[in-house]
Structure formats: C-alpha cells, structure tokens
C-alpha cells in the first residue's frame, strides 16, 4: 500500500493511546510528519508542551461525554478519563454514542485518507473504536509507572495534587487495556516505549509503514523529536526500586509492557530492580528524620530523594504519625519490608512526630524532611562541613526549588531577627545540632502549625547562630492541602501566632518599631507595673497581629497579581 498515491488509498484511521500525553503528543508529531491528519481543531500549544498536543478538541470533548455519562455523579476518582476509586467503568452502555462517533469519523475520512487521532481517553474505548472504524490502525505508548507518576504531579491539574494515589491505579487500568488490546490485535497495533524513541527514529519510521500502512516518505525524523518534554531518570533510580517494593503488581505489568513492545525501553532505563536492603549505620553523622500522616504515597518520591543524594554515614527514620488510610498504611508496611525503619506513633501533630524521631536517632546533626518534600543532592554535606569548621553555628539552611503547583526557586536569605520576627524566612529542611534540639527542649508539640518558625526564634533566643548556604538545598511541594495552607487560615494562624507570642513576648518586644517601644517604656513610669505590664502585653499582641494581618495581605495580593501578570502575557502570546 506504500506505493499507491494517497488519492487512491482507502481511508484508514491511525489511534494513538496511552497514559502519558507528553509521549503521545511527541508519537503524534511524528506521525503528523508522516502523512497522518491528525485535525483541524486541535487543543492549543501551552507552557507545557510548545509543539502542541496535537488533540482533535472535538474528539476529546466526546470521549469526556462518554465517561461522564457512564459513571455515576458524585463519582470519587478522575472522571474525565474515566477512572473512579470504586465503581467501574460500564462500557456496555457505548451502543448509544456509536452515531456520534461514525459521524465524527466519516468527517475526519473526508477530509483525508490517512487520518487519525490521538487522546489518552480513548485507551479506555479501543474495542468500541475499532468496531466503528475498518481496519483502523493503533499506535500505544507507555512509560515507566514512577516516571509517569512524577509526570502527573508537574500537571496544572488540582485533582492530582490533592490526589497522588491515584497516578499508580490510573497507570495500571490504562496500561492493562493497551496491553491485553495488543496482544489480539499485534497486526494492527505499535506498542513502544516513549523512551526508547529518540534513538530508534529509523526502526520507528519502518514499523509505521510496516504495521500501520504508512506510505514511506522521504523524510527524517530527528528534528521531529523534543526530548526536553520528557522527565529524565538515573539509569539506575531508587525511585524505581522503591516503586518495586511498594506496588509489585505495577512492576509485574511494566514488564509485561517491555516484553510485548515493538519499541521496549532502552538500554541503561531504568527497569525496577530491588533496591538493596537498607542496613543500619553503626555511628551515623546526620540523622534524616522523615514525619508521614497519610502521604505515604509521597512519601516514596521523598526517600528516593534521599537515596539519590547518596547520603554517607546517615541514618534515615521514617515516623507514622497515626496514619489510617489503608492504603498509606500499606505503603508504610512494604516499605519496612523493604528495610525502612518505620516508628509508628499516635496521631499527635508534626512537631510531635519530629521530636519521637530525634529522640530515637543517634546522628549528632539533624535533618527534618517533610513526606512530600525532596533533598537536593550536595545539600548536606556542605552544611555538615560547614558545622563542623564553625562551633557557633547551629543551623545550616538554605532556600528551595518548588515544584507542582508551581515551579521556581525561591533564594534563601540569612537570618535576620529583624525579619523573622514577622515572617518565617527558613524552612523545617534545614540541618542543625542535636545539641541544639536538646537545649530547646525540642519542638513544641502544642503547635500545630508554625513549629519550625517557632523553634528558629527560640533558637535564635539561645543565642545559636545560623549560616545561608546560597543553593537550592531541597524541593517543595507546593499542594492544595498542605499543613502551611491550613496553618493559614485565619482562625488557625491567629491561635498559632498567639502562641508564638505568648512564648517570645520579650524577644518579638525588641523587634517593635522604636515609637512603640518608647510607649512602653514611659507607660512604666506612669502606671503601677502589674497594670504597667498588662498594658505592654496587650500592646505587643495588639500590633505583632495586626502587622502580620497586613503583611499576609500583601503576600496574597502580591500572589495574586503575579498570576494575573503571568495569565495575561500567556494569553498575549497564544
């Protein structure tokens, strides 16, 4: 058929499927440089992916129809691509939106005899397509399930910021329909590794011409090809491993995906192997604590963060502060089995979870790292370097990378009491002294928030010093529900910030503007000093609330008007 001139051939329909839309929409391209039609109205190019999705809108707002139509209302999961927690997806009712889909074919045949489309919804509806269509023909990619999940958490989309479970069971469901629809239909299908893309262009080109009828056009494909879409992985990534380790079944059907592929991953990707066993370190320098409430599905990509730094003469302390999702719990339970060591405790708060995982620790430098959070490699060593040349200081910090809601750095600043007495500057990551916890008692376990602010002004209070190491030390994870987006809420922030004052009264006294001071100061001389004192208290509390009302106002405009900054200039350069 490669040889018959395109006004002879017979319309055929080219479906590209597969969970990962950066690997379909790089498939997609090439196959557009090939001959396919891919549509007239396609999704538009964004900051995610410059070339464009190449998704008919059309196309993609039917499929979304179909799954809306046949799950239930109300349904908990991601009903836009047809997955929910608990009820499953009924395909026996498709019978009804079969005249839509012929039609939306017929239009697209019309138009020219080689086309196509591509959504990842409609991995989901292969048989019904390929009983609408004659002799169509499917292209399937897939990805590794750690690198797909990490994919899904850079996505705008709220759903999977609040939900991380559910990028495993979405990648299996998905991935088991592109399994089991080509083991039937090898003939008539491509199933490859988006990975193994860039360097199999040519064997690529050839099994399209071979499997999906393509004519053979004189043409290369390497510039077709943007790499910079794809995450990159370590050839050998902890991630992988720890993935293993915590859901086998979806290590069980990767390798069922690379044996049947036409395409398997390349050499040097990463395939899964087991971790090794985690052995304990007899006289660890830094100890990591790790506190988790049901996140352990974060929590993975956290401790593979710390595998990645390559971390020397560490120990590394998981603490479960009374988890009771199960399937965190069972999260919890693998990794154990893995070699983590796990202490499980009653749900009594971070700075409570915190302090159970230093007191068990014997590292003489500490390191909190919040269950969805990432160390950067270099961090630690250069802030136990700098500990140990400097006796004075006692903490190390840095500023951050952020990553999901958001992308960006944000640069850290040296301590300055001047500053911290009205925002908290310096993240829980940071690395300091055992002895330094010891002298403060530790964490105050009745805050619920604003701990790791609280436990900097105490230390500062104790007269311990504090070093700015310049780079990223760590990645944040900015989240819908994260503890510092509750801490902020106005009844909470309000109490939490009383208690802040109520223990720094004298110290967050000296930082007040030098008018206020002198207030209190001649009230002293004028009024008893039981009243005297009274009168100064409320002063204090009086201003620190309203300045730091004021001063949260004004990051949140400042917030908001930088998106709307940003929202503008995008939509300027569509």
């Not at 538009?44 to 046949?70: C, K, M, T």
């Not at 209070?461 to 987006?485: C, H, I, K, M, Q």
Request: charged content about 25%.
């Amino acid at each position: 058929m490669s040889g018959i001139p395109s006004d002879q051939q017979p319309s055929r329909a080219v479906i590209i499927a597969g969970m990962h839309r950066s690997g379909t929409s790089l498939t997609a391209g090439l196959l557009r440089r090939l001959g396919v039609h891919l549509g007239e109205r396609l999704i538009p190019a964004d900051d995610w992916n410059r070339h464009g999705y190449h998704e008919d809108a059309e196309l993609v707002s039917f499929h979304g129809q179909i799954f809306r139509a046949l799950l239930p209302t109300g349904t908990r999961g991601h009903v836009d691509w047809g997955w929910s927690e608990s009820v499953p997806l009924d395909l026996s009712g498709l019978e009804r939106f079969r005249r839509t889909a012929l039609r939306l074919a017929s239009a697209r045949a019309a138009r020219s005899p080689s086309w196509g489309f591509k959504d990842p919804r409609a991995t989901l509806l292969l048989d019904f397509w390929d009983s609408c269509l004659r002799d169509a023909r499917f292209v399937f990619v897939y990805r590794a399930p750690w690198l797909v999940a990490d994919s899904m958490q850079r996505l705008r989309a709220d759903l999977f910021r609040r939900h991380p479970e559910y990028a495993i069971p979405i990648w299996t469901r998905y991935n088991r329909c592109l399994l089991d629809f080509h083991r039937r239909n090898r003939e008539r299908s491509l199933l490859l590794n988006i990975d193994a893309l860039p360097e199999a262009l040519v064997a690529f080109k050839a099994l399209a011409v071979e499997r999906l009828g393509l004519r053979h056009l004189p043409i290369e494909l390497g510039s077709g090809v943007d790499v910079a879409l794809l995450s990159r992985s370590l050839a050998h990534d902890p991630l992988a491993g720890l993935t293993r380790a915590v859901h086998p079944e979806c290590h069980q059907l990767y390798a069922e995906l690379e044996a049947a592929a036409d395409l398997p991953g390349p050499r040097g990707c990463p395939t899964g192997a087991p971790n090794p066993i985690r052995q304990p370190v007899a006289h660890p320098v830094l100890s990591v604590i790790v506190p988790t409430h049901n996140d352990a599905t974060l929590l993975v990509d956290a401790l593979a963060s710390l595998e990645r730094a390559e971390l020397r003469d560490a120990e590394v302390i998981v603490v479960d502060d009374g988890s009771t999702d199960p399937e965190c719990r069972r999260i919890l339970a693998s990794l154990r089995a893995s070699g983590q060591r796990i202490l499980h405790t009653p749900n009594r708060g971070l700075a409570a979870a915190r302090n159970t995982g230093i007191a068990a620790a014997t590292g003489r430098y500490l390191l909190p790292l919040d269950a969805d959070n990432r160390l950067l490699p270099g961090f630690v060593e250069t802030a136990a370097a700098i500990l140990d040349s400097n006796p004075a200081v006692g903490v190390v910090h840095s500023g951050w990378r952020t990553f999901g809601g958001q992308n960006g750095v944000v640069h850290g600043r040296p301590f300055r009491i001047n500053k911290m007495a009205y925002c908290n500057e310096i993240d829980a990551c940071a690395v300091f002294r055992r002895s330094l916890w010891a002298d403060l008692g530790g964490y105050h376990e009745t805050m619920t928030g604003f701990e790791d602010w609280e436990f900097w002004l105490h230390a500062h209070a104790r007269n311990w010093g504090f070093e700015l190491v310049t780079e990223p030390g760590f990645e944040y994870r900015v989240r819908p529900e994260s503890l510092v987006r509750r801490s902020n809420q106005l009844g909470t922030r309000h109490r939490l910030r009383q208690q802040i004052l109520e223990r720094h009264a004298d110290l967050l006294r000296e930082q007040m503007p030098g008018a206020l001071r002198w207030c209190c100061a001649e009230v002293f001389t004028l009024l008893p000093a039981r009243i005297a004192e009274r009168w100064e208290r409320a002063l204090i509390q009086i201003w620190y609330h309203l300045a730091w009302e004021i001063f949260h106002f004004a990051l949140d405009l400042v917030h908001v008007r930088s998106r709307t900054v940003v929202t503008r200039l995008r939509d300027l350069y569509k």
